[in-house]
């Protein structure tokens, strides 16, 4: 056996036989029905299989329980060379390799989606379970499509959601066109007052990367690129807002219309206006360079940094080579000259950037002679174009997409298209390689703009291009900002399986836990987000327990920022795996604050909080201060009315709890049965799998057996038991079990076909 699992292994035995107060082979052999030793022999079930001698030893030892089990998935996934993935289907509970073989692809594939499976991995697993090719466009849709809600998120000026950032999308504000076809105004006012006087102008649209790089915004959205007259009113004579108007009267196609100070919130901005503020920033450029772009050329437009960038990426088209000029007939831009501009004017512009590369424009833009009010929005800008640039190339490189003017480019090599330039286009790689060595050069602009490469292949890209090193040690900069934003990226590459190894080998674990000690608010939440994902691994818990991180995560979750106790519950969730950690993580105080969080945290809050609960229940003296800090009533509501996340979790704690048998009355009091019932009959897989165990120990009380009965859950229990999965069917079978010790029950059971 490895050591990784002999530790494993020989932990959970000598707590089991502690509990049991016998060897387990004697449990085994003379209780097999006995609930506790039910449980371990699932805990013995679990043991982290790393080879086939481990697998072979395991059923050595113990043949009832290992005949079949983790190892078939296991040999199946490392057939694949997908082993990584084996450990998070274990803890989903997918160990039946019968059932994933029977399982619809649309199943397969969000299994696929919950264990942060590569696309390409994905479509290879699913093709050799199901026979079938599944293609990179459907897992693609897969990944994305876990509800409508997700899809499509309405902004409504909070801060954007903390739970694993959405990449490549981003909502933006935009105003209606008709509005501006009937106004009679002089000038269009700030955002926030726009939004108080007038909130029906108002639509919030989803712009996508791969949108942008289809230009398919380009006939309903106009993006409008103009100078600034003055810092805080860009339109004092209006003439801006006048020829706005006119354009938009002569498209009738156009439907939106974005305009930075009337569709971005302005200063002075709320702390939630500025979060939306700031990811507005980092996202601009898919916007100019997706949308029809409409520039208010004056005779300063082109010494102007903001409005060079929008013009030069507004005439730029998405290739397999990246971002490349595009000739006239396919440019999405208008360029109108206003005040004491001529045509003259709009020539010098389009001499000056249509034809550049994206070399030559970043060496441009990043000149002193170009001005810019906030030296700082030129370099994150700098650093988003080189990152963008590598995004379209991945993006473009899918099989799922097109180029917006004909047929994709050959890969490496040629010059972009209208440039007239001989010489060999940047390989692919060279960019974000440039990005890498600015981040070693201390900028923080260049880290932020690899955390916004969310994308899976960037995140193996960054990796391989040595950008871990650099990134951990800029954890320990003197500027906030460049620590917030290489935390921010280690949390975006700490997603992927490999990268999880390759930061705790760089030494991140230390610097986090700094930051989440002692950091920013903003170093604070993207080092408890990096932690968070880290913690997924069993021997990185290990580390990140020793570095001393359980006491202040525990702070965050007391009286962090939103953005900070919904990480800092998730970290402490995947900690609490671990027996020791369980007993640590209660005596540092964690459980009434996750207990708030439950009651009145944000959804993500709530669903972190459940799943920590759910891990520290899974021992007595834990079960009992659980129960006592007023946790049962509001994981029912979560079962009742929660997210499917937030079900599957408040039931699976709830089941914890019912080891415990005051808990039992105390859950049943709550009203939980009835929800859990509806989540065995109705629920997703998880939740059913949840829902069952929990059924099953609150059946242990006399007066539950009836409860459960009545409220229906025989015969669902009797579907489970005969048709779900592996786990599915043990918790549908035990609870059926311990139904089957009333005379009634024993009837009912029976007429069901159990």
């Known amino acids: 056996m490895s050591e990784s699992s002999l530790k494993y292994y020989e932990r959970h035995k000598t707590l089991i036989e502690d509990v049991i107060g016998k060897s387990i082979d004697e449990a085994l052999s003379t209780q097999p029905e006995n609930p506790i030793v039910t449980i371990a022999a699932a805990l013995l079930k679990r043991c982290q299989v790393e080879s086939a001698a481990d697998a072979a030893l395991l059923r050595s030892a113990f043949p009832q329980h290992h005949a079949r089990g983790p190892d078939e998935v296991t040999a199946s996934l490392a057939a694949l060379g997908l082993d990584r993935y084996a450990p998070e289907l274990r803890e989903l509970g997918y160990d039946d390799l ?12 969000q299994v696929a989606k919950r264990v942060q499976m590569l696309e390409g991995h994905a479509a290879r697993w699913v093709r050799s379970l199901s026979g079938t090719a599944a293609s990179l466009e459907t897992v693609a849709l897969a990944r994305s499509a876990s509800s409508v809600a997700e899809q499509v998120r309405v902004m409504q000026l909070q801060a954007p ?6 990449g490549e999308r981003i909502v933006l504000w935009f105003i209606k066109a008709d509005k501006l076809r009937g106004c009679d105004d002089r000038v269009l006012p700030r955002f926030q007052d726009l939004q108080r006087q007038r909130p029906d102008w108002f639509v919030e649209k989803e712009i996508t990367l791969e949108g942008a790089c289809k230009h398919e915004y380009a006939d309903e959205v106009l993006a409008v690129s103009h100078r600034w007259e003055q810092p805080a009113e860009p339109d004092t004579e209006g003439k801006q807002f006048a020829a706005m108007c006119v354009y938009v009267r002569g498209k009738p196609a156009i439907k939106l219309v974005w305009v930075d100070f009337s569709c971005a919130p302005q200063k002075e901005r709320t702390p939630a206006e500025e979060l939306v503020f700031g990811r507005t920033l980092r996202f601009v450029s898919l916007l100019f ?68 590369s994206l070399d030559q424009i970043y060496a441009m833009l990043g000149s002193p002679d170009i001005q810019v009010t906030n030296q700082k929005d030129k370099g994150m800008q700098l650093a988003k174009l080189l990152a963008l640039d590598h995004q379209v190339v991945r993006k473009m490189a899918l099989p799922t997409l097109t180029l917006a003017g004909g047929a994709p480019r050959p890969s490496g090599g040629g010059a972009g298209v209208g440039t007239g330039a001989d010489a060999p286009a940047p390989s692919k790689d060279e960019r974000l390689q440039r990005l890498v060595e600015q981040v070693r050069s201390g900028s923080a602009d260049a880290a932020g703009a690899l955390a916004d490469m969310t994308d899976d292949e960037s995140r193996v890209a960054i990796a391989r291009a040595g950008g871990i090193v650099p990134l951990v040690a800029l954890l320990t900069a003197q500027d906030p900002a460049a620590g917030a934003e290489a935390a921010r990226a280690l949390r975006s ?18 610097p986090l836990v700094t930051l989440v000690q002692s950091g920013t608010d903003g170093q604070k939440e993207q080092a408890a987000g990096a932690l968070r994902r880290l913690a997924m691994i069993a021997e990185n818990k290990v ?40 007993v640590l993580i209660a005596r540092a105080g964690a459980i009434s604050p996750l207990v708030t969080l439950v009651q009145s945290g944000t959804d993500g809050q709530k669903e972190q909080a459940a799943g920590a609960l759910r891990r520290l229940a899974m021992i007595a003296e834990n079960k009992v201060l659980i129960a006592q800090a007023g946790a049962i009533a509001p994981l029912v509501t979560l079962v009742q009315s929660g997210t499917d996340g937030q079900k599957e979790y408040a039931a699976a704690a709830l089941g914890n709890l019912a080891y415990n048998d005051e808990n039992r009355v105390l859950i049943a009091q709550a009203g939980a049965i009835a929800p859990l019932v509806t989540l065995v009959q109705s629920g997703t897989a998880g939740q059913k799998e949840q829902a069952a165990a929990a059924l099953r120990w609150l059946a242990f009380n006399a007066e539950n057996k009836v409860l459960i009965a009545q409220a229906g859950a025989i015969a669902p229990l009797v579907t489970l038991k005969q048709s779900g999965t592996a786990g599915q069917k043990e918790n549908a079978a035990g609870a059926l079990t311990s139904l089957a010790l009333n005379d009634e029950n024993k009837v009912l059971i029976a007429q069901a076909g159990g």
């Open 161 to 166: 959601p903390n739970d694993d950032e959405e």
């Open 543 to 582: 580390l990140i327990a020793q570095a001393g991180a359980i006491a202040p995560l525990v702070t965050l979750v007391q009286s962090g920022t939103d953005g900070q106790k919904e990480y800092a519950a998730g970290a402490l969730a995947n900690l609490a795996i671990n027996a020791e950690y369980q």
């Open 98 to 109: 019968d059932y994933l073989k029977n399982s619809p692809q649309e199943e397969l594939l």
């Open 493 to 510: 590459l700490a997603t992927n399986a490999e990268n999880k190894v390759l930061i705790v080998q760089a030494g991140a674990i230390a």
């Open 289 to 356: 360079l997706g949308s029809r772009v409409l520039i208010l050329c004056d005779r300063t437009y082109t010494t102007r940094f903001w409005t060079l960038f929008e013009a030069w990426i507004s005439m730029q088209m998405a290739t397999v080579d990246g971002l490349v000029p595009a000739p006239r007939e396919k440019r999405r831009c208008d360029i109108v000259p206003i005040h004491l501009a001529s045509s003259v004017t709009a020539s010098e512009l389009e001499t000056l950037v249509a034809g550049k």
